[in-house]
């Protein structure tokens, strides 16, 4: 993926479907990874201390049930994406830049929590053309050499998909969230204790 009118590139690629094809396998196995990652944080108080702001309700020891309890999806983004990496070994991507695509789980679950008239394929679609804008990116440029925070590319996939979902594939919508997100390459570098907060922070800033 060329960083020339990058907008266009990423919305021609929403606007296609994608083939039932190695990709969704791949797709699958980080579903997968994912669910452990986040089953296995659950466990943990302070985990769920850090990843729910509201202390007034009992969690459950499913950590899928507690999404119930959430009230939007910032809130189902955010308490999801801490728990998937929370210890930090979650599917890692090797590239120019390195990335772990399960990063966008969280705020795509959240929108196919909320709308459930969808089909497991149809969640699973969604996840791979994050999956893969992350991925493209990752292959062309590494921020972090240029002093930037590579959880950046979190925001930008998990934005276009976000938004390519909530307005039904509108062009005009996903251009400007895009670009908007563009508009906000300022993540500089930041430094280890703090690495969850960005990396969850850019999970749910779509």
Not at 45 to 54: H, I, K
Not at 103 to 122: A, H, L, T, V
Request: hydrophobic share 40%; with cysteine; charged share 15%.
């Amino acid at each position: 993926m060329q960083n020339n009118n990058l907008d266009t590139q990423i919305n021609n690629f929403l606007s296609k479907p994608l083939k039932n094809d190695d990709h969704f396998t791949s797709a699958k196995l980080v579903i997968l990874d994912t669910l452990g990652c986040v089953i296995e944080a659950s466990s943990h108080d302070e985990v769920n201390n850090f990843a729910v702001e509201d202390k007034s309700f009992e969690l459950f020891s499913n950590p899928f049930l507690n999404v119930g309890k959430l009230n939007s999806y910032q809130e189902v983004a955010w308490y999801l994406t801490v728990l998937t990496r929370w210890f930090d070994y979650n599917d890692t991507f090797l590239a120019k830049e390195w990335a772990h695509p399960s990063d966008n789980f969280g705020s795509i679950y959240s929108y196919f929590y909320s709308n459930p008239n969808y089909k497991f394929i149809d969640f699973t679609t969604a996840l791979t053309k994050a999956y893969e804008i992350q991925g493209s990116l990752c292959l062309g440029t590494s921020l972090n050499k240029l002093g930037y925070d590579h959880v950046f590319y979190v925001k930008l996939a998990s934005g276009a998909v976000f938004s390519s979902l909530l307005s039904k594939g509108n062009e005009k919508i996903v251009h400007r969230t895009i670009n908007h997100i563009l508009l906000d390459l300022s993540l500089i570098h930041i430094s280890e204790p703090t690495r969850l907060l960005s990396i969850a922070y850019a999970g749910v800033c779509v």
